[in-house]
Structure formats: C-alpha cells, structure tokens
C-alpha cells in the first residue's frame, strides 16, 4: 500500500486567514467603538459652531433694529435636528432679567442686608426703606437647543452653554463701563414661539425704536438722578448664562463679579464716587473708598472754617468723625493754647480683634484770622509741615501683615511726630477699605461755631477701581417671530 504524505501547509494558510479575519473585525468595532462617536461628537461641534456664527450675525443685525437704522431685519438658521424658541413671556422674564438696586450703607437696615447681598432677591425686604432704591427690566432670550448644547441671545450678547452647565460669551452684550459711566441699553425679546426639526427658520427682529428710559429718570423717583449719590449700585444678572455674564464683567477692566449658583445669577457691585471738588461746607459729607493700590490716594482735603455769631471759632472740642464698621477716625479741633489758634488732635478707633486705640496730639495749631463772627481758618488736613505726636505705648494699624493694618510697616510705641498728610492718607486708607464713609462735624453738647453757609469743603481723591459717577440704563423692546 501507498502511505500519504502528512503536510501542515494547508493548516498554517487557514490559520494565517482566522488570525487576519479576526484582526480586521477587532479593528472595525474599535473604530465603530471609539471612532464613530468621535465623528458624530465632531459633526455636532460643526454643527454648533454654524448656529454660533448665525447668532453672531443675528446679534449684529439686532443691533441695528435696536438703535433705529432700521424697523426689522431677518436672519436664517440652520436648525440641523434642533430646536429653535423664542422666550418672550412673563414665564420666561422670571428667568431672565435684570435688577439694579442703590443703597446707602450708613442706612439702619444695610448692616443686616450686607451679609446677604450676593443673594438673589436678597433686597426684596428692603424696597421701602429709605436708602434702597430698586428697578428692574426683563430680557428674555432667543436659544437654539440641540441635546444638552444651548445657544442664545440674550441682553444684546450672544452665549453657549455647554452639557456640564458652564457658558461662555460668544458676542459681548450691551453692558459698557469705563470706571465712571455705565451704559446699559437692555434688550427685551417680546414673543413665544418654536420651531424644531432640520429645515431652515427665518427669525425676524422688528421694533418701534421708542426705548423706555429707566435711568436717571426723576420723574418715577427723585433719588435716581446723575451724578449718583448712593454708595453703592448692585447688578443682579438672573439668566441660564449667568456664569457667562460673570466671566464678562470680570474681563471688564474697572468692574468684578460673583455668582449666586443657586440661583442662576450673576451679582456685580460698584462703589459710587461722591462729589468732589470744592463747595459750601455740610454739617455730613461723604468720601468714597480710594485707591488702595495708591501710596498718596488723598490730592486735597481743605475746610475753610467761618464763625456762626460773635463768639468766634473758640470750640473746645469740634470734631470731625466718621464710623466704617468696627472702624472710627476723629479729628478734633479745640481752642487750648491761646486766642486765634486751633489744635488738632486724631484719634483713630478699631473694635475689630486685635485693634485698639491709636492716639496722635498736635505739635502746632492752625491759625484763627479775624475777630468775633469775622473769624476764619483754613484746616488743611493734608497739612505737610504741621505734625502730631503719638501718645499711645503700641500701635497696631501700621504693619501690614494683619487683617486690620496696612503699609507702611512701622513700629510707634510713643512719643513719635508725624506729618498730619501722612496721618491723614494712612487712615483714610484703612476707613474706606469697604466703601464710601461720612464724616460728620460737630461739637458735642455745646452749640455749633461754624456757619456752614459761608464755610467750604474742598476735595479731591483717587477713588477704587470700579467705582462709578454716572448711570444710564434703557429698555428696548424687540417682537421677535419664526417663520
């Protein structure tokens, strides 16, 4: 008989075949696994940047509708298997506006409302109190919303949220601050309609191109006028892109925010910088917080002091005094060391832990002219050549690692001279760190010298980055409608 061959060449070609098979399909369903979502994920970006770049025109021509060059202008959107809707009722207004307060922090109430105030709605039990000045304006918003993606117009600016909450600002709105002037032309969308699927949707904008005033506007309220006199005016942005908003005013070179997450709402807050300059002297005036960053913040703080009646400026105890939180700085003037002279003396207060009492007395005194009700004199608290003398064994406002001090970092431990500009920029300093202070003159238990109708207050500082003068605020109503 024949014996067959054995031969394993037939086997290593099939084998050789599996092994190739196997790695092809394993390649296919990683590419199906990883690589298809990939490009899906991709498409929807495409797709999302296309209706980013239709809201950007959208917001442009918007724009035109909203200054008058024009009644109406229409945009076409890509819908793209999306969602297309126009948020123009009083549902969608609670979801999208805008709130301005003004208050004055030496109000009774501001002290409880103060811990409270980055809160949404947290000046709702404040409205009729005096200091508190409220009004607001909706806006609403037109958005495209593909899955967990949405793009919108909204306040004249246009943004996009992304599926992990957070957004970002597409198109600026129209909110506009240099450090002294906010402009705030609010675009209100009126409307309620959409439209879904993949075909394309024209979005019209018209108006009547009457904006509605807000601010100043005396006739409503005699307290909202220019320039402004509160201390402070506080933005309140309830909105969807609320993060968004945020991140915008703190791109802004002279304004911060901060947001109330829960919420939805961005909170932005401005110093108001009182009047200055010099004018007829009050018996309160007020100083806005001052440049921190500045080493002198303090140009020109002068009062020229006329007698009231026939006994002079002969106080023995005139003060000038002003209270920021656990903070009191008090200047006193007093006929001590002979006729036509004025003494000066500072006391410096912090109840806060680890302050204290800081104690300065006048080496030399300002000079009285004139005699009986024609008495005069200048006080020139940035005086450079008249001193004070420390009085106290330790200080502990001057070193400037602490909560409650700042530079320069010395050491007074009593009997130190210096100059009343130097007394006067430090403190000024560390009592407006919060804000806006009023100082108030008086002589406590005894009448008045001063006759503030012929006496005057000259002015003039660095007032904090982001303090505000002027404010201007204007609602203009948009129909918006799909076709």
Do not use: C
Not at 55 to 69: C, H, M, P
Not at 231 to 249: M, P, Q, R
Not at 384 to 412: M, R
Request: no cysteine; glycine share 6%.
């Amino acid at each position: 008989m024949k014996e067959f061959l054995v031969s394993e060449k037939a086997v290593s070609a099939l084998m050789g075949m599996i092994v190739i098979l196997a790695l092809t399909i394993t390649s296919i369903s990683v590419i199906f696994l990883y690589g298809v979502p990939t490009i899906y994920e991709m498409e929807d970006m495409a797709n999302a940047q296309k209706v980013e770049q239709a809201f950007t025109v959208f917001d442009s021509r918007t724009s035109k509708v909203a200054l008058g060059e024009s009644p109406s202008q229409t945009t076409s959107f890509s819908m793209m298997d999306g969602d297309i809707q126009v948020n123009g009722d009083n549902a969608s207004y609670n979801e999208s506006q805008i709130v301005i307060i003004s208050v004055d922090m030496d109000a009774s109430w501001y002290s409880s409302f103060k811990n409270n105030r980055y809160r949404w709605r947290s000046w709702n039990s404040y409205t009729n109190e005096t200091g508190m000045n409220e009004f607001n304006s909706s806006m609403g918003s037109i958005v495209f919303t593909n899955d967990d993606r949405v793009i919108g117009y909204e306040g004249g600016g246009v943004w996009s949220k992304y599926p992990n909450g957070k957004s970002v600002m597409i198109s600026p709105p129209e909110f506009h601050y240099n450090g002294e002037t906010l402009t705030l032309p609010v675009m209100r969308i009126e409307g309620d309609a959409t439209s879904s699927g993949i075909s394309d949707v024209a979005v019209t904008v018209s108006s009547d191109n009457m904006p509605v005033v807000l601010y100043p506007d005396p006739a409503t309220d005699s307290r909202r006028t220019n320039p402004l006199t509160s201390d402070k005016v506080i933005i309140y942005i309830k909105s969807e892109f609320y993060n968004a908003w945020a991140d915008y005013a703190n791109s802004l070179a002279y304004a911060s925010a901060v947001t109330d997450d829960t919420n939805e709402t961005a909170v932005i807050e401005l110093e108001v910088i009182p009047a200055m300059g010099k004018d007829t002297l009050k018996s309160a005036f007020k100083i806005g917080a001052v440049n921190q960053d500045n080493p002198a913040p303090i140009y020109n703080f002068s009062i020229d002091l006329e007698a009231r009646a026939s006994q002079g400026l002969n106080p023995s105890n005139y003060e000038i005094t002003a209270t920021s939180g656990t903070k009191t700085l008090t200047y006193t003037l007093a006929k001590k060391g002979g006729a036509n002279q004025l003494e000066i003396g500072l006391v410096y207060v912090d109840l806060a832990p680890g302050g204290g009492t800081e104690t300065w007395q006048g080496n030399s005194e300002f000079t009285v002219d004139g005699t009986k009700e024609d008495q005069s004199a200048t006080v020139d608290l940035l005086s450079t050549t008249l001193t004070l003398n420390y009085e106290e064994s330790s200080d502990f406002s001057w070193a400037n690692n602490t909560s409650i001090s700042i530079a320069p970092d010395v050491d007074y431990t009593g009997g130190e001279d210096v100059a009343l500009y130097d007394l006067t920029q430090h403190y000024l300093k560390l009592l407006t760190m919060e804000g806006s202070v009023v100082f108030n003159l008086q002589q406590p238990g005894k009448s008045d010298p001063v006759d503030y109708d012929e006496s005057t207050l000259t002015l003039y500082y660095d007032g904090m980055p982001g303090s505000i003068t002027y404010l201007h605020v204007s609602r203009n109503d948009l129909v918006a409608t799909l076709n």
